[in-house]
């Protein structure tokens, strides 16, 4: 009967150990998994600020842009003075550069 008893104190030592290593790799997992959503958590966070900041500012343009008033409108004028400006400007250089090219090929055939 001692054996047997020795034996039962020592199978219950063993499921003990196991049951305290399993507890031990369960609260590791739940630190991981606590630390995994944290990290996910703060990256949503911020995946949801700049998706605010972004539609606050689309929304501020639109309302800035259907504004009547006198500064606003003065402004509107400049940038478009500006585009024209620029587009007029970018449609000269490319006809200079192609009066120039047609000068080149010109000056070439006629030196043969």
Do not use: C
């Not at 104190?9 to 399993?22: D, N, P, R, S, V």
């Amino acid at each position: 009967m001692k054996t047997k008893d020795k034996s039962r104190k020592w199978m219950w030592w063993f499921l003990a150990a196991i049951g305290a290593m399993q507890l031990y790799f369960v609260r590791e997992l739940l630190a991981a998994f606590a630390l995994f959503a944290l990290g996910f958590g703060a990256i949503a966070i911020v995946i949801a600020t700049v998706y605010m900041l972004h539609s606050g500012w689309a929304f501020a343009v639109e309302r800035l842009a259907a504004s009547q008033h006198p500064v606003v409108a003065y402004t509107k004028r400049s940038v478009n003075s500006v585009e024209d400006f620029t587009r007029r400007g970018v449609v000269a250089a490319v006809s200079g550069t192609e009066e120039l090219a047609k000068r080149a090929l010109g000056r070439s055939a006629a030196a043969r």
